[in-house]
Structures are given as structure tokens and as C-alpha cells.
């Protein structure tokens, strides 16, 4: 057998092996385990859709926009809120963070969010995605309630246990959470080109841009 017969069945046999195990691998050759990595765990994960949509976005200047904005977000409020131990309910702390995160997404309508729940690693990966999801959805029906539109928001990714911010197997308040993020734009906004980006960007939210009090010194 030639040298490039035994190549090519080395090849096929790895690619089989792959096939069963749930490996794949990523257009720049890392290894990506699709069956225990979440969904969206890699934007370019060698496929079609995700890179042309990420194209897409940066070929047009989106992408930058929703990177910025997002940490906008992240540095004018809180995105994160915690919850009790086994539990959705959002408390009066979690509350108040997300009033907040409602009074800014109100004064940005163009944009869309996307929130993602987490818990810590006590219990079962199913059960922990499924507390995960309930969280998230919490913190959707609470921001529904102060007068965002449902459908600029998101709940539908759940990283369960996945994700800790602290990495114990004890209860963690700090791995139970939900993070709120900007996922991109409404679809009956148009292309924000032409100088509307940068508006959009330097765009004042009303309490980032509130004066403080002097202080006597």
C-alpha cells in the first residue's frame, strides 16, 4: 500500500474516531469537544453559519458597536445579580440591579441582550442547566415587568454549572448568577452607518451622566 493510501486511511480513521467521541476540530486545529462545550462556546467553530454571521458583523461595523456597547453596559450598571442557594427568586438586592439595568436599556432601544444563567457545582450538570435556565428567565419577566420588550430579550442559553467565578464544589453565592449582556440590534432598526454608530456609542445614559455633588473638602 503507498505511502499516501495509508495517509489517507490514517486520516479517515481519526475523523471516525472523532465522529463517535463527539471531538471536533476547529478550522485553526484546536480540539472542540461538542458534546460537553455549550452552545456558542467558540464563535468560529469551522462551520457555516456562526463565521458568516461574525463576518458579517464585522465587515459592517456591528460587531465593534455591540463590543463597546456592551461594555458600556458593564461599566453604567451592574450586570450580574445573585441568587439563594437551589433557587430563582430574585431578592430585593437582585431587584434593585435590575431597575437599573432597565431604566439603561430603555434609553437604548436600537439594542438587543441576551442573559445567561449560571449556578454553582453543587448538584447535577442536568439539574444545575435546567436552574441555570430558570434564572435567566427570571431576570427576562422581571425586566418584561419594568416595560422592556420581550422580544429584545433573551433567555435561552443556560451555562449551568459550567462557568464558576469561583472553583469549589461548596455553595458558591457568587456562581449563582445571571449576567446580562448586549447581543446586538432589533431587526426593524437599520444599518447605523453614516455617522449613527458613533451616536449610538457616545449616546449619554442619563445616571452615567448625572454630576455628583461637591464635597467640601
Not at 86 to 108: C, G, N, P, V
Not at 113 to 126: I, M, P
Amino acid at each position: 500500500m503507498g505511502a499516501q493510501k495509508k495517509t489517507a486511511l490514517v486520516m479517515a480513521g481519526a475523523l471516525a474516531l472523532s465522529a463517535c467521541s463527539g471531538q471536533d476540530y476547529l478550522a485553526d486545529g484546536r480540539l472542540f469537544d461538542s458534546w460537553n462545550q455549550e452552545a456558542g462556546a467558540f464563535i468560529d467553530e469551522g462551520q457555516f453559519g456562526n463565521p458568516t454571521m461574525q463576518n458579517t458583523l464585522v465587515m459592517t461595523g456591528r460587531r465593534n458597536v455591540v463590543i463597546n456597547l456592551n461594555n458600556r453596559f458593564a461599566q453604567e450598571v451592574t450586570p450580574m445579580v445573585n441568587f439563594a442557594f437551589d433557587s430563582a427568586r430574585l431578592d430585593a438586592e437582585a431587584q434593585a440591579i435590575l431597575r437599573k439595568q432597565a431604566d439603561w436599556i430603555k434609553q437604548f432601544p436600537e439594542v438587543r441582550f441576551k442573559v445567561y444563567g449560571h449556578t454553582d457545582l453543587v448538584g447535577s450538570n442536568a439539574y444545575n442547566k435546567r436552574l441555570g435556565l430558570r434564572r435567566a428567565r427570571a431576570v427576562v419577566n422581571y425586566l418584561v415587568r419594568q416595560g422592556i420588550s420581550r422580544s429584545r430579550l433573551q433567555a435561552v442559553v443556560s451555562f449551568g454549572e459550567t462557568q464558576p467565578l469561583i472553583v469549589t464544589q461548596d455553595r458558591e453565592r457568587r456562581n449563582r448568577r445571571t449576567v446580562t449582556e448586549v447581543s446586538g440590534f432589533v431587526k426593524r432598526q437599520p444599518a447605523y452607518l453614516n455617522g449613527k454608530y458613533a451616536e449610538l456609542i457616545f449616546r449619554e445614559y442619563v445616571a452615567s451622566a448625572t454630576e455628583n455633588p461637591a464635597t467640601s473638602p
